[in-house]
């Protein structure tokens, strides 16, 4: 039984574990919640931060999770601009890095997330050198943006990812001029496959961004302390005021490595290792959202989301285990973009290797459309673009695990529906 005299802390502060917070005063936890965040700003969402946000079509006071007063009325002690630099296991205290005051804790939940892996490469100290995961690294780029556009400013953007995309398009919609630099030979090529990615190539051509596939960035050659072209391994110089290093993220586990937990390694994902109830190795000791590799039985394997719906999901599951609940967390993947006029989900999980066919439903060419990825005619993954209220037909394929008949699948006059029943 929880009682009123325990402690539990969360170490981050992005939305997985103001989630976490308000999921325990939901369930009647009525002891001491201590929220720490090494931001000054209250606990926000990351999808605006490259989406509405970005393109100023969102205000700032949107991005936060709850209203600043919400934190003091459910008796949230919220410390922001605090980090914490070590975990006592034995005492189960945790330390402030900047006076070393220590807090006891009954459960403990990490949800420290990730952070943008740097280029290493010469001329990464320039000014125009840009990253984006923070508030405040959105705030920077916004300005950058408008500011290139006026000025018929070119941004070299490393990494055709989400993020490289996604901030390519606010780039194109504030008139900037765009190149993206990209080793793989599509953009997405790791997650949809060279059968998807060329839609999201075409799609950023027509809108005027150019691309180079199979190159890396080399350098950053700058003057004055100013950006002035990328160079790419083919020797070639591409102009650029601004270069964003967009080339994937990197989970933050060095305080949960330095207290001995245990840590998945890079080729599986990284991440502090979690079990179904998102229980790292010591059982006072939970994590969630970016920084938690956990299993799911769906797919057989172990994972690590970096993705809005893990930690919106995720900060609630981990506090309901905390509250002693019966929990095991299995949810489907899922995440979204908007880039121009294409909005897209993605449901599931199909890395290179792992299927057999993608089957398209509707028409590819017209950006209307939704694709499986399918082995032995069991549904892995489904991708809707511009196609809508979908998600819930394709995660119930994803989690039937059975086979489906692959024509009917693609018959858009087939109800989705009847696949699975």
Known sequence: MVDADQTFVIVGGGLAGAKAAETLRAEGFTGRVILISDERDHPYERPPLSKGYLLGKEERDSVFV??????????????????????????????????????????????????????????????????????????????????????????????????GLEVAAAA????????????????????????????FAELHREHGVRFHFGRQLTEIVGQDGMVLAARTDDGEEHPAHDVLAAIGAAPRVGLAEAAGLEIADRTHGGGIVVDERLRTSDPDIYAAGDVANFPLGLFDTWMRVEHWANALNGGPAAARAMLGQD????????????????????????????????????????REFIAFWVKEGRVLAGMNVNVWDVTEQIQKLIRAKAQVDTEALADPHVPLDSLTS
């Not at 006029?341 to 439903?361: F, H, K």
């Open 66 to 163: 709850h209203e600043p007063a919400w934190y003091a009325q459910n008796d949230i002690e919220l410390h922001l601009g605090q980090f914490v630099d070590r975990i006592d296991r034995g005492a189960k205290t945790v330390r402030f890095g900047d006076d070393g005051t220590l807090v006891r804790y009954d459960k403990l939940l990490l949800v420290t997330g990730a952070e943008p892996r740097r280029l290493d490469i010469p001329g990464t100290d320039l000014a125009g050198v840009h990253h984006l995961r923070r508030l405040a690294h959105a705030e920077r780029l916004k300005g950058v943006l408008s500011s290139l556009g006026r000025d018929n400013g070119h941004i070299v953007i490393a990494g055709a990812g989400w993020i």
């Open 327 to 366: 929990v095991t967390y299995d949810r489907v993947p899922y995440f979204f973009t908007d880039q121009y006029d294409l909005g897209m989900e993605y449901s599931g999980w199909a890395p290179a290797g792992s299927y057999d066919q993608v089957v398209i439903r509707g028409d590819a060419g017209k």
């Open 172 to 199: 194109r919609e504030y008139g900037a001029e765009v190149t993206v630099i990209e080793p793989a030979p599509t953009p997405l090529h790791g997650v949809l496959g060279p059968e998807l990615g060329g839609v």
